[in-house]
């Protein structure tokens, strides 16, 4: 079977539980967040709370506590063998790497996603695709020192972004998973032909992403060239409306 993450359907909702009751659909991994870990992009979750987005809003100094709670939730179950990443964002790379020291996390994924404009202007989210240089050395520090598997989750077609020099950068950089959210513009569905342009250009495992609500959607996926799958939005009821083993 291919490779299938259950990751936040939308930000402040998921949590330990949401994501136990989900991996008994079948998944390999779960993410929870995307977090704010630092004092900069905490700052900046209080201001998108403020504008009425949810947001998670843990303080700098209660986030490994809040993850080892959350992460123990979902480990302390004998039936399911999968594993945990935290999607994280944040102007230095060491929060990122302490959650990665946590005995329960298994990938720290490196947010280069992120559109809301209070984290693009910390240079943050998806504004780390600008420089993809930077990126792919934000990246190689991450991986060099954290204790766990290393993900980066981009955006695609994003106006002014080169995707496969971002793509380059992610695998230069050394993580084990580009995270491709392959969202086109304008069009409800997934852009198939981003991901497979990419994964042409690249030997690492690519997991892709975006409106994947039914069978036909996942194997639109996995035919276009991802390796494996994420789910979001599908996921946000609870359930999975679909029989994940037929993928």
């Not at 779960?30 to 977090?35: A, C, D, N, P, S």
């Not at 981003?194 to 409106?211: D, V, W």
Request: proline share 3%.
């Amino acid at each position: 079977m291919e490779f299938i993450e259950v990751l936040a359907p939308m930000a402040g909702i998921t949590n330990g539980t949401f994501c136990r009751e989900l991996s008994s659909y079948g998944f390999d991994m779960v993410t929870l967040g995307g977090y704010n870990a630092d004092h900069l992009t905490i700052e900046a979750g209080h201001k998108i709370l403020a504008r009425g987005r949810p947001e998670f809003d843990v303080k700098e100094d209660q986030l490994k506590t809040h993850l080892e709670e959350q992460t123990a939730l979902i480990k302390n179950q004998n039936d399911w063998e999968g594993m945990i990443s935290v999607n994280l964002r944040s102007t230095s790379i060491d929060p990122i790497i302490e959650i990665s020291k946590l005995s329960n996390v298994d990938v720290v994924e490196i947010n280069a996603h992120c559109r809301q404009p209070e984290i693009t202007s910390l240079g943050c989210g998806q504004d780390l695709m600008k420089n993809p240089k930077y990126l792919e050395q934000y990246t190689n520090e991450v991986v060099k020192k954290a204790k766990s598997k290393v993900s980066v989750k981009v955006r695609a077609n994003v106006p002014g972004i080169n995707d496969i020099d971002v793509a380059k950068a992610v695998e230069s950089g050394g993580a084990d998973y580009l995270h491709v959210d392959a969202m086109k513009p304008g069009f409800n569905y997934a852009d198939y032909n981003k991901i497979n342009s990419i994964k042409k250009e690249i030997s690492m495992y690519l997991i892709g992403n975006n409106s994947i609500r039914n069978i036909q959607s996942a194997r639109y996926m996995i035919a276009a060239g991802a390796d494996g799958i994420s789910i979001a939005r599908a996921a946000i009821g609870g359930r999975i409306p679909f029989d994940l083993s037929q993928i």
